[in-house]
């Protein structure tokens, strides 16, 4: 029949698998926040500003780990059948081999007990990010095809935030205009929400037409968008972590899915405090304005 | 019409001159022979396969490069849908019914199914269905842009392809109703004398299971698009919430449907990795009613974890609990399942032609897809991963390495059965470690996508997603370019093939499909397999 020959002494295969093991178990990649500049190193979740995303980071790495080990194992065992029990080399089948119960029960038992474990700490950061009670600041956020609207309850602020006019631009079919040419593209809004660090900051999401969802990564909070319904979903960004932080609709919703954007700037209290006072203002006279008009 | 007895080996080329078999396109459109309508469903699902690739490959074309250069956003969105579409109910279903078609008869010691006009009628819907499908893209608003999963209120939001959507996935329900009714009618009843439920080669039983699932869930899926249907046209408030009415009881009633729909997708594919790894290991399938155990297992557990599709909908926390549990559940049986495919690789005795090859990528690349999910199941980390290309990764690990390769393996192991001919095993090789090392190419970076925040259904990205999609592209083309070998060689072969020696085509090979001549008989078993017969084609 057709023989199948590799030319490979199984002492090359295992430095290979050596070398290998050696560069995953080197590699600092994983357990860093990788560069966020870089196309080729983003590969994995990040860590996040919240103490919801790093819980959802560890869990991720953990559930991460746990399958790598077992894969290993797993695929050890075949690719060493692979080598050693090839007709080609003359092995001969062990027809007798072809049943134990007691192998059964220690490869269920075994998963078991793995999945448990996994399962407890996975249960506590369920709880952790259900418990949205005693929020010191409630956003209302609402989808719509294709932009969020946000309004500030009590507060008179609420304002619509959509893609920024140069990414708009350039998304065009065939625009013409270079994606690397647009600072955050596909990634920019007009009128960013703006929010104070070290703050539990309660979200009222719902929307006005089909589902949406409103997902920052590193906030590690994601939540759909539905008519008819108001979820809630909170954060607290670290008192050390101001910055902007940005993430896109995670729920199908037509054409312009890939086009609403969400835009986080994470400011001190003070800043925040000021903020909302210039932006009510800010709206006020706009709404007086526009009646008078 | 007569028949004379045969004595054990002699279902011979004699049969086709007793046939009064209809030539011409009688043959065909009038089919009752499960062997021609086996043919007929795997010659669909090809020309399905080609076409849903044939989206991918404008899908990833539009991928290449952020920035929009081949189609709008709105083409974009249809695209993925009718991919999804395509591929799952026209080209991996009706594959499977295919194989189910051709071997359970013959591997149960059966002359034929047991509801052969029925077979002809669930074969022939498909083709209108596929018909109506597809012709959606030329109707005002073009094909269907929600999704495959159809969520309202979107998917009203289209309008003349709608009404085709779901009559079109009506047809294809009851065509695959009837296909597994007569799946369990056929295995329950015409089994032949000795050939009892235990000992029954493992592609038979994860077909009836599957069938029990088809049964029980395609009517569901009917009933949510009829109530969309009903919402959109005769002012029920189904999903409507301003009606009072709630979108997301449409994704339970949908993955209540979807995740049964996806064991459906599987199963097979561990029946027929279950005849392969021990016909290439020479050697038999380790723990045989373990794994008949393990996929009842897994078809029971399938229909309690549909909401780990929901994840982020605003379920409650107890809910969330529950289904994160009995997903991370579903592990064990199909775990069990890897460890007995590789004992049974253990100290045997293997060899590598083409049906291994892609018995074991499917054992490697489908345990990483079951890696993947078992990530998807822990909830908080899924609120990161939801909707993201970290989904598109793990599925198209399952449903591409899982169940396409698998349809493959399947392929390759019973074409000479069916032909009478050996194919050129070395275009089948070179069909397979293109498949493999390029499925690689174009899936595995996905996950890297989906974590460092790349959503899904988007036609353009934002710019540090697009190294990673250009590979993802490139190795898309390569894939999808590569898969033209394959019915090529099946074509070379039924025209030029090395005619097969004797009905054992492959050393290892055991069933009663291998104790008839190649090409099998155009009625095969029209006198039962004898008790020596079963006992050495016996899984155990």
Redesign the interface.
């Known amino acids: 029949m057709h023989r199948a020959r590799l030319g490979i002494r199984p002492g090359t295969w295992l430095s290979i698998a050596a070398l290998f093991a050696a560069a995953l178990t080197a590699s600092p990649a994983w357990a860093e926040d990788p560069p966020a500049s870089s196309g080729w190193g983003l590969l994995n979740l990040p860590v996040g500003v919240t103490s919801i995303s790093k819980e959802v980071y560890n869990l991720h790495m953990m559930a991460f780990w746990v399958c790598v080990v077992i894969g290993i194992l797993v695929f050890a065992v075949m690719i060493w059948s692979i080598i050693f029990h090839r007709h080609s080399k003359g092995a001969v089948a062990d027809v007798t081999l072809v049943h134990n119960t007691k192998v059964e029960i220690i490869w269920t038992a075994i998963p078991v007990l793995i999945l448990i474990a996994m399962a407890i700490p996975s249960a506590r950061g369920i709880v952790l990010i259900g418990d949205d009670a005693h929020s010191q600041l409630d956003i209302k956020v609402t989808g719509f095809q294709w932009g969020w609207q946000y309004t500030y309850p009590g507060k008179g602020v609420s304002f619509v935030s959509k893609l920024d006019e140069r990414s708009m631009a350039a998304s065009d079919l065939d625009s013409g205009i270079s994606p690397y040419s647009v600072p955050h593209y596909l990634r920019n809004v007009d009128h960013p929400l703006v929010v104070p660090v070290g703050t539990k900051v309660r979200l009222l999401i719902t929307a006005v037409d089909v589902i949406h969802s409103w997902w920052v990564p590193d906030f590690g909070i994601k939540k759909d968008a539905i008519p008819g319904y108001v979820n809630t979903s909170w954060f607290e960004v670290d008192a050390d972590k101001p910055g902007v932080y940005r993430g896109q609709c995670a729920e199908l919703c037509g054409r312009g899915h890939g086009y609403m954007p969400i835009v986080v700037d994470a400011v001190s209290k003070a800043d925040f405090d000021a903020w909302v006072k210039k932006e009510a203002a800010a709206e006020k006279a706009a709404a007086a304005s526009a009646s008078s008009s | 019409m007569a028949e004379t007895p045969h004595t054990e080996v002699h279902a011979h080329a004699e049969d086709h001159d007793h046939d009064h078999k209809p030539h011409g396109w009688r043959r065909w459109v009038f089919a009752t022979n499960h062997k021609d309508i086996g043919t007929m469903y795997l010659v669909f699902s090809c020309l399905m396969f080609f076409t849903g690739g044939a989206f991918a490959m404008v899908i990833r074309a539009e991928l290449f490069k952020?920035?929009?250069?081949v189609?709008?956003?709105?083409v974009f969105?249809s695209l993925t849908t009718m991919h999804g579409l395509v591929m799952i109910f026209g080209a991996i279903m009706p594959a499977w019914v295919g194989l189910a078609n051709w071997m359970i008869p013959i591997q149960i010691g059966a002359p034929d199914m047991a509801l052969p006009r029925l077979n002809n009628l669930s074969f022939w819907i498909l083709p209108f269905a596929f018909a109506l499908l597809l012709s959606s893209w030329l109707v005002p608003g073009s094909a269907p842009?929600?999704?495959w999963t159809m969520?309202p209120?979107?998917t009203l939001?289209f309008g003349a392809s709608f009404p085709m959507l779901i009559f079109a996935i009506h047809m294809m329900g009851i065509s695959s109703i009837l296909g597994a009714i007569n799946v369990i009618v056929t295995i329950m009843n015409l089994r032949a004398p000795g050939m009892t439920l235990l000992r029954m080669p493992l592609f038979v039983w994860t077909w009836l299971i599957t069938s029990f699932l088809l049964v029980a869930v395609m009517p569901v899926l009917a009933g949510a698009v009829t109530m969309m249907l009903t919402d959109h046209f005769f002012g029920t408030s189904f999903f409507n919430?301003?009606g009072g009415?709630?979108?997301?009881m449409f994704q339970h009633i949908f993955w209540f449907f979807g995740h049964p729909e996806v064991y459906i997708m599987i199963l097979p594919g561990f029946g027929v990795v279950s005849e392969v790894i021990p016909a290439f290991?020479?050697?038999?399938?380790?723990?045989?009613?373990?794994m008949v155990y393990a996929t009842a297992s897994i078809a029971f557990l399938s229909f309690i974890v549909w909401a780990h599709h929901m994840f982020?909908?605003?379920l409650p926390?107890s809910a969330?609990?529950f289904f994160?549990?009995a997903t991370?559940?579903i592990?064990?049986p199909t775990?069990?399942k890897?460890?007995?495919w590789?004992?049974t690789?253990?100290?045997?005795?293997?060899?590598?032609?083409p049906p291994m090859l892609f018995a074991?990528a499917f054992?490697?690349l489908f345990?990483?897809g079951g890696?993947?999910g078992?990530?998807l199941a822990?909830?908080?980390?899924d609120?990161?991963y939801?909707?993201?290309y970290f989904v598109v990764a793990h599925f198209h690990y399952v449903l591409v390495s899982g169940a396409a390769f698998a349809i493959m393996a399947g392929v390759y192991y019973w074409l000479p059965k069916w032909v009478g001919r050996m194919y050129d095993?070395r275009l089948g090789k070179w069909h397979f470690w293109l498949s493999a090392i390029f499925f690689n190419v174009l899936f595995f970076p996905q996950h890297?996508?989906g974590?460092?925040?790349m959503?899904?259904?988007?036609?353009?990205?934002?710019?540090?997603?697009?190294?990673?999609n250009m590979v993802s592209s490139i190795g898309g083309f390569a894939f999808g370019l590569s898969q033209l070998l394959f019915p090529y060689l099946i074509w070379k072969c039924v025209r030029s093939g090395k005619p097969v020696e004797g009905t054992r085509a492959w050393?290892?090979a055991r069933g009663l499909e291998w104790e008839l001549p190649s090409p099998a008989p155009y009625h095969s078993w029209t006198t039962p397999p004898t008790e020596a017969m079963i006992a050495r084609g016996a899984a155990?």
Do not use: C
Not at chain 2, 378 to 381: E, G, L
């Open positions: 952020p920035g929009l250069q189609v709008d956003a709105g969105n842009a929600g999704g969520y209120p979107l939001q919430a301003a009415g709630d979108p997301v290991s020479r050697k038999p399938l380790f723990g045989y009613e373990a982020t909908v605003g926390t969330l609990l994160m549990f991370m559940l592990a064990v775990g069990v890897v460890f007995n590789t004992a690789m253990w100290r045997g005795s293997l060899s590598f032609e074991l054992l490697f345990t990483i890696f993947s078992l990530m822990i909830v908080p980390a609120f990161q939801q909707d993201t095993m890297f996508l974590l460092a925040g959503p899904r259904r988007i036609p353009d990205y934002a710019v540090q997603f697009a190294d990673w050393e290892g155990h």
